[in-house]
């Protein structure tokens, strides 16, 4: 039976959590003590796409190279329980020997990663809240410890919403952004096996700004994340007709700023190649982010934009074409959300802190 107490010792902890991080190593060093595991991963994702970005915290599951061949195997060949089916699943956690019948070989990632590292079982769950996943897990028993039960995979499914709605206010942006210095995008080409073959100097010096974590070592020199190298492993995949999903995730680098990093197949006579571009994420990159972290719908979004504008009840009414009553309601509802207390505060707190654009003015 899930213990309870304990879960509310997790959640509790979580609220005061200073990063994702600390959110990160705290839950798991909890919950290891409830859901017996020898290895962990827990990454953030891009909430738009469902790709791992930064922070990721890897726990006893050794070399980088080895973490990014996880990430490429989940990407291009997982057919059993993969994230993206797990994001929208009704049960947002699942084990891997539960969902085989108990042939866990059935996993490309068991077969190719897992059996040889001594791992017996998975645990993995996406943690998501208002349909859109903020972050992944995976718990990694070792062979001969037994499976993990109905009651774990409960317990883990449980923590899934609370976890992402903490992520996502962890993740709320508190910088303009673009205020990375050196605008120009960074430019890393990949051949059709995966490996790093030019570089930009653009591209260089964004890496180096980004935070600590696992990466997979490059002929190039610097070693790349593994977020960024998975974003060109998702390129492949939906050339390959593995995914339809967008390859692209948003970065925050040590100093709090923002890079937005998107990949695509090129065409040509050798094809397979991979570009991926980085450089200063837009406003309009950032905007749902900010809209997300705040929980903000987008028609709040909408009028929040307008208020910035210096627009009245009355002018915001006329131009959505609504009551100035259900104005009122939408403006009370932001301010409560965005913990405010005038249209003063919450230009400050958004516009000036977050840098949102302003919303195109009605021809």
């Known amino acids: 039976m899930i213990d309870q107490?304990?879960?509310?010792?997790?959640?509790?902890?979580?609220?005061?959590?200073?990063?994702?991080?600390?959110l990160f190593r705290g839950t798991s060093a909890r919950l290891r003590r409830l859901v017996g595991y020898q290895a962990a991963a827990w990454s953030a994702t891009d909430p738009d796409t469902g790709l791992v970005t930064a922070p990721m915290r890897v726990e006893n599951?050794?070399?980088?190279?080895?973490?990014?061949?996880?990430?490429?195997?989940?990407?291009?060949?997982?057919?059993?329980?993969?994230?993206?089916?797990l994001a929208r699943a009704a049960v947002p956690a699942a084990g891997l020997r539960a969902s085989t019948d108990d042939l866990p070989a059935r996993s490309a990632q068991y077969r190719k990663l897992l059996a040889r590292r001594g791992v017996g079982d998975e645990l993995r769950a996406v943690l998501r809240v208002g349909g859109r996943p903020w972050g992944v897990v995976s718990l990694f028993?070792?062979?001969?410890?037994?499976?993990?039960?109905?009651?774990?995979?409960?317990?883990?499914?449980?923590?899934s919403a609370p976890l992402a709605a903490r992520l996502r206010e962890l993740t709320r942006p508190v910088s303009a952004p673009g205020?990375?210095?050196?605008?120009?995008?960074?430019?890393?080409?990949?051949?059709?096996?995966?490996?790093?073959?030019s570089m930009n100097d653009e591209a260089?010096?964004?890496?180096?700004?980004?935070?600590?974590?696992?990466?997979?070592?490059?002929?190039?020199?610097?070693?790349?994340?593994?977020?960024?190298a998975g974003t060109a492993a998702q390129a492949r995949a939906v050339a390959a007709g593995h995914d339809r999903g967008a390859a692209r995730v948003r970065i925050r680098t040590r100093e709090g700023q923002w890079l937005v990093c998107h990949a695509s197949c090129l065409d040509g006579p050798s094809g397979g190649h991979v570009a991926?571009?980085?450089?200063?994420?837009?406003?309009?990159d950032m905007a749902p982010i900010i809209a997300e972290t705040y929980g903000l719908s987008a028609r709040e979004l909408e009028i929040t934009q307008l208020i910035a504008r210096g627009l009245s009840t009355g002018g915001i009414a006329a131009a959505l074409m609504i009551s100035p009553h259900t104005v009122r309601d939408h403006v009370k509802t932001v301010f409560a959300k965005t913990r405010v207390s005038s249209?003063?505060?919450?230009?400050?707190?958004?516009?000036?802190?977050?840098?949102?654009?302003?919303?195109?003015?009605?021809?």
């Open 5 to 22: 107490r304990e879960r509310r010792t997790i959640l509790d902890r979580a609220k005061h959590a200073h990063d994702a991080s600390d």
């Open 61 to 85: 599951l050794g070399r980088g190279e080895e973490c990014f061949a996880y990430w490429e195997c989940a990407l291009l060949e997982e057919s059993v329980i993969p994230y993206r089916e």
């Open 141 to 159: 028993r070792d062979e001969g410890r037994g499976p993990f039960g109905p009651d774990e995979v409960s317990l883990v499914a449980s923590l």
């Open 179 to 197: 205020s990375v210095q050196g605008q120009d995008p960074g430019l890393i080409l990949f051949d059709p096996s995966g490996t790093p073959i």
């Open 204 to 228: 260089r010096h964004y890496l180096a700004l980004l935070p600590d974590g696992p990466s997979a070592p490059s002929p190039l020199g610097p070693p790349l994340p593994i977020w960024l």
């Open 276 to 284: 991926v571009i980085v450089q200063p994420a837009a406003s309009s």
């Open 343 to 363: 249209r003063g505060e919450l230009v400050a707190r958004l516009f000036a802190e977050n840098y949102w654009p302003h919303r195109a003015t009605r021809p």
